[in-house]
T-cell receptor, first 115, second 112 residues
Framework: EAGVTQFPSHSVIEKGQTVTLRCDPI?????LYWYRRVMGKEIKFLLH????????ESGMPNNRFLAERTGGTYSTLKVQPAELEDSGVYFC?????????????FGNGTRLTVT | DAKTTQPPSMDCAEGRAANLPCNHS???????VYWYRQIHSQGPQYIIH???NNETNEMASLIITEDRKSSTLILPHATLRDTAVYYC?????????????FGTGTRLKVLA
């Protein structure tokens, strides 16, 4: 079984540019989460999808961040325009729906550097 | 805020058992305890989880106290590859999304 995959693994962009991160969850996992770790800080929750619906986007830092999950399969996280403080590692995780204690499975993240 | 507290760092000799403690004194009756680890540059890796009974799998054992206010992750024979940051997480059921809230974790260093 393939795990959670994220693309790209690294991205370096200039301030003001746009970047789109992609996450492919484990097949059949309807729950999809985005997290990020900014340098020196803890891993922070961004948002949660159930299938194609946003269940909780309380962690999204501002309106420069847009997450989508059309069709309820893969998800994208777009940052537009990027700022220096957006640099960090963005993790995606997925889990099965309907099982409260089902653990999250994380991808290896996308390391975003904004210069 | 995270509902767990862990020591910031620990050392363990290779081949010995690593016992990583976690306090979760405000845990509620239906909240599970999850353990993950993060090895440099990788995503958090699931290790084990439990509710009230002790659990064991091929990676580790989880011991939860009877009052459920603390737990210990045990790596029975630590190897150099177990060097990582270990996170103890109590899932937040109040959010409706069952999201994880990460704390600062314990940085375990396995020494040769």
């Amino acid at each position: 079984e393939a795990g959670v995959t994220q693309f790209p693994s690294h991205s370096v962009i200039e301030k003001g540019q746009t970047v789109t991160l992609r996450c492919d969850p484990i097949s059949g996992h309807d729950n999809l989460y985005w997290y990020r770790r900014v340098m020196g800080k803890e891993i922070k929750f961004l948002l949660h999808f159930v299938k194609e619906s946003k269940q909780d986007e309380s962690g999204m830092p501002n309106n420069r961040f847009l997450a989508e999950r059309t069709g309820g399969t893969y998800s994208t996280l777009k940052v537009q325009p990027a700022e220096l403080e957006d640099s960090g590692v963005y993790f995606c995780a997925s889990s099965q729906l309907g099982s409260y204690n089902s653990p999250l499975h994380f991808g290896n993240g996308t390391r975003l550097t904004v210069t | 805020d995270a509902k767990t507290t862990q020591p910031p760092s620990m050392d363990c000799a290779e081949g010995r058992a690593a016992n990583l403690p976690c306090n979760h004194s405000t845990i509620s009756g239906n909240e599970y305890v999850y353990w993950y680890r993060q090895i440099h540059s990788q995503g958090p890796q699931y290790i084990i989880h439990g509710l009230k009974n002790n659990e064991t799998n091929e990676m580790a054992s989880l011991i939860i106290t009877e009052d459920r206010k603390s737990s210990t992750l045990i790596l029975p024979h630590a190897t150099l590859r177990d060097t990582a940051v270990y996170y103890c997480i109590v899932r937040d059921p109040t959010s409706g999304t069952y999201k994880y809230i990460f704390g600062t974790g314990t940085r375990l260093k396995v020494l040769a």
